[in-house]
């Protein structure tokens, strides 16, 4: 009886064993595919986009990884002048090509980027000889990559950034002066970018972009100059507020003004280079300090989270403005900002870690319904 009552007692207790054990393994596979798709959670606001670089795309599990993610790419350097014509005449679309089709073959939407920039533009652009080339000149070079660059990828990048960064630095001049476009050409370069586009591809959607567009001093720049194009009816179709922002900045209020600033124009918003430094934002390069503090504390981790957390609320909040929103990296191992402005220093303004896992700022910006939970 005795014996029986114990063999009873030891089935029960394999019973519950296997059940506990199939659980914890069920839980722990689950664990792993309940990591949502951003762009998927998203799908009812705007596109989630990401930065690549061609080489990324070479690693399968990254490949696979940025489809599941993103439904938008913008190659973060390859359709940069310096990269698809390094000389006058030679172009090298290959690795542009290989994130063109790679965004294509995946249903995704591909931004093109970018046409007319100060950096990453050889010298050959703005040179005649041993001189500086004629205003004539640069503008037929002009003419001649925005033709071909556009019409290379013409029904597959849905709209690009024409001309980028031209405000300057300096809050108390309009245009960047050292820009060579603006040297050689004068201000009507940036009119001339935005009407080659537009004949070279009439449906896609043509771009400002720039950076610090949420401090209202730059802010007020860019909306002179945009409602300026509008005025004089240069086929411009939105702003790209770049977006390398920081623990620190923008604030609530200088995000929903900006926004509101460019509606007021009838342009269509994107952020087009999202990332958030955990540090002070810095325009120069250098080294780094014995005096810099670069540890990422949980601390750090959960106030990153707390400024994502907002930033997407706001962006919820005026999804219907908003056509686009583009990390300027897949993961805190490839952002830029890594090397800049610091060399070397690691940075963390990601929603993905150095291994690719997901941050506590992601878990917040893909669980916003438990808000209202
Ligand atoms: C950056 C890239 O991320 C870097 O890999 C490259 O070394 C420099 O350019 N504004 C822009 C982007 O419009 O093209 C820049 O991308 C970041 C700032």
Redesign the pocket.
């Known amino acids: 009886m005795i014996k029986n009552y114990t063999a009873k007692l030891n089935f029960t207790a394999l019973i519950a064993f296997v059940i506990l054990a199939s659980l914890l393994v069920s839980c722990s596979s689950n664990e792993k595919k309940k990591i949502p798709s951003i762009s998927k959670t998203y799908q009812d606001y705007f596109p989630i986009g990401v ?1 690549v ?1 061609s080489y990324l795309l070479h690693d399968s599990a990254t490949a696979d990884f940025v489809k599941r993610q993103f439904n938008s790419i913008t190659p ?2 390859e359709m ?1 002048p310096e990269n698809l014509q390094p000389e006058e005449g030679k172009f090298t679309w290959k690795r542009a090509d290989r994130i063109a089709n790679f965004a294509a073959n995946n249903g995704m939407k591909l931004r093109g ?2 046409l007319v ?1 100060h ?2 533009t050889p010298d050959w652009f703005f040179m005649d000889g041993n001189d500086t080339a004629s205003a004539e000149l640069v503008f037929k070079r002009m003419k001649d990559h925005i033709y071909a660059v556009v019409n290379h990828f013409k029904g597959k990048a849905y709209c690009w ?1 024409v001309v ?2 031209a405000i300057s630095d300096d809050s108390t001049k309009f245009l960047r002066e050292e820009s060579p476009w603006l040297k050689i050409c004068g201000p009507s370069f940036i009119d001339s970018a935005f009407v080659y586009a537009h004949q070279a591809d009439p449906s896609a959607k043509l771009f400002y ?1 720039d ?1 610090n567009v949420v401090r209202p001093e730059k802010a007020a720049r860019v909306y002179r100059l945009l409602k300026e194009l509008k005025s004089r009816g240069v086929p411009v179709d939105g702003v790209g507020i ?1 977006a ?1 922002w920081s623990l620190y900045e923008p604030s609530a209020e200088e995000l929903r003004d900006v926004i509101d600033k460019f509606k007021s124009l009838g342009l269509d918003v994107q952020f ?2 999202l990332d958030v430094s955990v540090f002070k934002w810095e325009k120069n390069f250098r080294e780094i300090r014995p005096s810099d503090n670069l540890a990422y504390t949980d601390s750090l981790a959960n106030v990153l989270a707390d400024k994502y957390s907002e930033l997407f609320s706001i962006f919820r909040e005026y999804h219907e403005s908003i056509t686009g929103v583009t990390f ?2 897949v993961s805190d191992r490839t952002t ?1 900002l890594n ?2 402005p610091v060399r070397g220093r690691q940075n963390y303004p990601m929603l993905f870690d150095t291994l690719l896992k997901p941050k506590k700022a992601f878990w917040d910006v893909v669980e916003f319904n438990k808000e209202n939970q």
């Open positions: 930065a670089s973060e350097n940069k980027h970018c920039w950096q990453q950034d980028n960064e972009n950076y770049q390398h087009t280079e300027w990296s830029w090397y800049y």
